[in-house]
């Protein structure tokens, strides 16, 4: 008998792993943040001893839910402008407001309001693009949760930065001080073409290749910006990035919604990952994009929410349903984006977007112990025929009982282990108060 830290028994077990199996009665065994074995519960008990025995009977194991694209500060601007074209919900009231009220402080507070959103819906890591940063990789360390940030990087002034020379020094500065930690990993971040020069753009992609990091961007959002690239520089967003040398397998670009045959072509042939966001798009009616022509064709894709100023939740669970129902509605074809692809693209596919696939995406032997447990034995969870159907049309994040990320219990029962969201909700309402009496 090998003594380990954690053993998860009795439970439904969907390992996400190369031949998508699945396990009834399963079990796994976890020591320190690797998982060390899965299979039948039975083997499992027979073969190791922890000090913590999660009996997980009418309970589904799977991996934890990868978000590859959200703001996650913005969750405290949330319901704040709704109903409105990105360009107006951007420049009359979501800019304005990020430049009376964001600063560190309000990052802090803010991502720890996201964070715990995001655990008690199955999330355990996220992909962010945001200011501030620093303050808030040291509330996701407070939290236990894993992130992918990168610090905003735009011409004009950002609430943290005066000019993009010094938005680059910040954005090495967190590179540097975070490269390491088991918990963050460093991203760079310029917003958009329409956005970012190009001279920006090809620093922030030096910037990256330095330190071997992700690079991260909103890339043809809406169609306006399409058309805005092509009468500056005549060519499409995806090509003109391509003229600058930005794509490559360590780029991740969310939206994609207007992309031509030829624009996929490129993204598979750099291997460029896409973050798909379906429920801002529809709620900001930028677009549809061709999710599964862009799968047909090879490219690397995951799920994201968005920011919570413009989905309104972080809900991946909800976010799975709206991919699927999205692409069959828009294709008029029932079989489009089935289930089982939806869910891949939640956890493998996502992993794989932000380049961390050796480490976290499926419940296997040596990887990281990212883990979450569903409970199944509610009303409109029974009866149960088709795992990958149930956790795309009818699970919610609500049935999200207990978090595991890095080996450890983030959340057990329903109850955050890690900090107060007590506090947490108490102080998302008194800036709320103080946001009203200030616009």
Excluded at 47 to 67: D, F, R, S
Excluded at 369 to 379: F, Q
Aim: hydrophobic share 40%; charged share 25%.
């Amino acid at each position: 008998m090998k003594k380990v830290d954690v053993i998860i028994l009795g439970c439904s077990v969907l390992p996400m792993d190369d031949n998508l199996s699945f396990i009834t009665d399963g079990g796994i065994a976890i020591e320190g943040n690797q998982i060390v074995s899965v299979g039948r519960s039975g083997d499992i008990k027979g073969n190791y001893t922890a000090n913590k025995v999660i009996e997980a009977e009418g309970k589904l194991a799977m991996p934890g839910l990868v978000n590859t694209h959200t703001h996650a500060s913005m969750v405290y601007f949330r319901g704040l402008a709704d109903d409105l074209p990105l360009k107006e919900w951007l420049e009359k009231h979501i800019w304005p407001a990020e430049a009376k009220f964001v600063n560190p402080d309000f990052v802090h507070e803010a991502v720890k309001l996201a964070a715990t959103e995001m655990v008690k819906s199955g999330t355990t890591v996220f992909c962010d693009m945001y200011f501030a940063e620093d303050s808030a990789a040291r509330s996701i360390k407070e939290i236990g949760m894993r992130a992918v940030l990168g610090e905003g990087l735009l011409d004009s002034p950002t609430p943290i930065s005066k000019n993009p020379r010094e938005g680059l020094k910040k954005s090495e500065k967190f590179i540097k001080d975070w490269l390491d930690d088991d918990f963050i990993v460093p991203a760079v971040a310029p917003h958009a073409l329409y956005t970012c020069s190009a001279e920006l753009l090809k620093s922030a992609k030096e910037l990256a290749d330095k330190y071997d990091v992700l690079l991260h961007v909103h890339l043809a959002e809406e169609n306006w910006e399409v058309e805005k690239i092509k009468a500056d520089h005549g060519m499409s967003p995806v090509e003109y990035l391509q003229s600058l040398g930005f794509l490559g397998e360590r780029t991740s670009a969310a939206h994609v919604n207007w992309v031509s045959k030829k624009d996929i072509e490129i993204l598979v042939k750099t291997k460029t990952g896409v973050c798909h966001n379906p429920q801002s798009n529809m709620k900001l009616a930028t677009g549809i994009s061709p999710v599964v022509d862009m799968l047909e064709a090879g490219v690397k894709i995951g799920l994201g929410t968005d920011g919570a100023s413009s989905n309104n939740d972080l809900d991946m669970f909800e976010e799975m349903t709206t991919a699927s129902m999205l692409q069959k509605a828009f294709r008029k074809d029932p079989a489009a984006l089935k289930a089982k692809d939806v869910v891949w693209m939640a956890t493998r596919g996502g992993a794989e977007v932000l380049g961390l696939q050796d480490e976290i995406g499926s419940i296997e032997s040596g990887k990281k112990a990212d883990i979450i447990l569903l409970d199944m034995d509610k009303p409109h969870l029974v009866p149960l025929y088709d795992v990958y159907s149930h956790l795309v049309y009818v699970v919610n994040g609500g049935d999200v009982e207990t978090v595991l990320i890095d080996g450890k219990l983030v959340l057990e029962n329903g109850k955050m282990q890690t900090v107060d969201e007590r506090e947490i909700i108490e102080k998302a309402k008194a800036f709320a108060k103080k946001l009203r009496e200030e616009i």
